[in-house]
C-alpha cells in the first residue's frame, strides 16, 4: 500500500507535508511516495525521525493556487499533482493525496485516469463533523451546475464510499434545498429528487441548510456551489467560534479559572467541530483513488488524508462504487 | 407609528406573538395592531399588563406552513397576512411584522403593495451575528433562480437598508461564489460580478463561505437557494453548537464548576452567536416595510422584529432605497 502525496501543494507546504507523511509512522503499514522536489523534501526529512516508509519522487514543476487548473495541468507535465496521478497510472502507488489547488487535483485526476462507468461527473466530497457523527456533503465544489443524474449520481457514489469505507449501514440520505416539500427548491433539485425516490437508495427526501451540521441525515446532495458555500461557512464558524470562545475565556481570571475546571468537557465540545478528522475530501468518480486537502492543512490534516486514502484502497470502495451505480439502474443514471 | 403583526404566524403563535406585542411596551413609542383571531387574541392579551398600545384588527383566516404561498394569498382575502398588508395600503398602519409562511408574506407584500421603481425581484435580507458587527445576506429565499440583474439590484437595496437602517457607513459588499477569482463561479455570479464593479457601491469582489460569519464584509449577495441553505446552516450550527457546549459542561461536577466561574465571559460568547437580535428579515424591494421572521420565533424575537420595523419606518429606509436604486443607472439595473 502506496499513498503518493503531492508535497508541493498547500499554503504549509512542503514543511507541513513531509511532517503528516513522517507522522504516519511505519505501524500503519502505509508506505507514503513524496512528490515534489527532492532537494527541498531531501532536506526536511533529515530533521524527523522513522521515515523508512517514506520515498521521493523527483519532479521539476507546481500548480500554483491562483492558476486555471485545466490549463495549467495540461501544460505542466511534470507539475507535482500531475506525476503523482502518473504514479497511480503507472501501477507505482495505490492512492494521491494533494493539499494543493483543487480544481488541479480533479482536473488531473480526469485526465490522467478517467471517469469509473455510470458518472458523468465526479465530484468532491467533503465529510463534516455532524453532531451525531460524520455527514457527507456531495458535491463540495467540483460542478458549479448540476443537471438532475449528476445529483442522483452524487448519491449513489456518497452511499458506496459511506457505506464501504466509513463503515455507515443504510446511511439516510437528504437533497439539500430551501424547504421540506418537495415542490420547493429549484428545476434541478425537483427533477433529482424523482430519480432518487425511485432508487433504492434510503433517501429521506428534501432537507435543509440546518441539517447540515446535526448528522441526522449521513449523506447530503447538492450542486458543487452551494456544497462549497456551505462547507466553508460551517469550516470558518467552527473556528470563529472556537477562538472567540478561547479569547474570551482567557480575558478574566475567572474564565481563566472556567478554562482550568472544564478542560475535559471543552476538549470534547472541540473534538466535535474537529474538521480535520478525515483530513480530506474524496474525489468520488474517478477512476482511481485522490483525497483532496484543504489548502490550509496542518500535518495532522495530512497524515488523516493518507489513513483515508489507504482505507479507500483497502475497502475497495471503488468496486463497490461500480456495482452499485450499476444496480442503480441505467435509464435513471443516464438521462 | 404603528406596526401591525400577524399574530396568527409561526410556530409559537398566537403565545409568542402576543407577548411580545406586549414586551414592546409604550416608551417605545410604537403602536401594534395584532391581526388575528379576536377572540384568542384578546384572551391571550388578558393576562399581559400595559398593553395599551396594542390595538387587535379581526380576521378569520391563516395561511398555514405547508400551503402554497400565491395560491393561498390569492384564495384566502381574509387570511391575516394579506388583511395586514391591506392595512398598510388603507394607511391604516406603517409596517408589518410575520413569523408565519414567509412566502406567503413575500406573496401578499407584492401583490398587495407592489415593487418598488428599478427592482425586478424583491428579496429578503437576512441579518447574522458575524464576529465583528451585523452581516446582510441577501437573498435568504424569496428567488431561487437569480438573473445577474436581479443579483446587481440585492447590491443596491442591501447597501440602502445597511446605511439607512443600521447605520452603517460605507458598507462593504460582497458577491457570494466559490473562490476570490472573478473567472470562479456560475454565469450568473460572473456577470453579477461586472454590473457591481461598474456601480457606485463599495464592491469588494468574490466572497466564499467562510468570509459569512466573521464580518469583514458587511453585505454579502447571493441567490435564494444558496443564501436559505446559508442562512439556516449558521443558524442551526450556532443553536447546536450552545446547546453542544452547555451539555459537555453540564455532565460533570468540574464543568459545572467552569460555568460559574465562566458565566461572564460564556454569556459574551452566546451574544455573539445571537440570530435572534433583529428578530426578523426585511423585505427589500416591496413598496412598503415588511419583516418576515424565523417560523420558530421567540417573544423576543418578535419584539425585536417590531422594534426593526419601526426603525425602518422612521429612518425612511424606502425614500433613500428608491434614490439609490436610481442613482446606480437604469442601463445596469435593466438589462
Known amino acids: 500500500m502506496i499513498v503518493a502525496v503531492d508535497a508541493m501543494g498547500g499554503d504549509n507546504a512542503p514543511e507541513a507535508v513531509v511532517q503528516g507523511a513522517a507522522e504516519i509512522g511505519r ?18 526529512l533529515s530533521s524527523h525521525r522513522g521515515t523508512n516508509h517514506i520515498a521521493v519522487h523527483h519532479c521539476s514543476d507546481v500548480v500554483r493556487m491562483g492558476e486555471s487548473p485545466l490549463k495549467a495541468v495540461r501544460r505542466k507535465k511534470d507539475a507535482s499533482i500531475r506525476v503523482a496521478f502518473d504514479l497511480i497510472k503507472r501501477g507505482d502507488v495505490d492512492a494521491v493525496v494533494s493539499a494543493g489547488n483543487s480544481g488541479a487535483t480533479l482536473a488531473a485526476g480526469i485526465l490522467t485516469l478517467g471517469r469509473i462507468e455510470g458518472v458523468d461527473r465526479p465530484a468532491i466530497a467533503g465529510i463534516l463533523p455532524g453532531q451525531k457523527g460524520p455527514v457527507i456533503l456531495i458535491d463540495v465544489g467540483a460542478n458549479v451546475d448540476c443537471r438532475p443524474n449528476y445529483l442522483f449520481q452524487f448519491g449513489v457514489m456518497g452511499n458506496a464510499f459511506a457505506t464501504s469505507c466509513l463503515g455507515m449501514v443504510n446511511p439516510k440520505i437528504g437533497l439539500l434545498s430551501i424547504g421540506e416539500e418537495g415542490s420547493k427548491g429549484n428545476e434541478q433539485v425537483r427533477l433529482a429528487r424523482k430519480l432518487l425516490e425511485k432508487s433504492p437508495l434510503n433517501f429521506v427526501g428534501n432537507v435543509e441548510g440546518r441539517d447540515i451540521f446535526t448528522g441526522e441525515v449521513e449523506i447530503i446532495v447538492c450542486d458543487g456551489f452551494v456544497g462549497n458555500v456551505a ?18 475565556l482567557m480575558e478574566s481570571f475567572y474564565g481563566r479559572a472556567a478554562l482550568v475546571f472544564g478542560r475535559q468537557p471543552l476538549k470534547r465540545y472541540w473534538r466535535k467541530m474537529d474538521y480535520e478528522a478525515y483530513g480530506g475530501a474524496p474525489l468520488l468518480g474517478i477512476n482511481g483513488v485522490g483525497i483532496v486537502c484543504h489548502g490550509g492543512s496542518s500535518a495532522r490534516a495530512i497524515k488523516n488524508a493518507i489513513k483515508l486514502a489507504a482505507r479507500y484502497v483497502r475497502n475497495k470502495v471503488l468496486d463497490k462504487m461500480l456495482v452499485q451505480l450499476k444496480r442503480s439502474g441505467g435509464e435513471a443514471v443516464h438521462e
Chains 1, 2 share one sequence.
Not at 231 to 248: D, F, I, P, Q
Open 231 to 248: 462547507l466553508k461557512l460551517s469550516e470558518g464558524m467552527a473556528r470563529a467560534m472556537m477562538h472567540t470562545l478561547k479569547t474570551e
Open 27 to 44: 505501524e500503519q503499514g502505509i508506505g507514503v511516495t513524496l512528490v515534489g522536489d527532492e532537494r527541498i523534501i531531501g532536506s526536511l
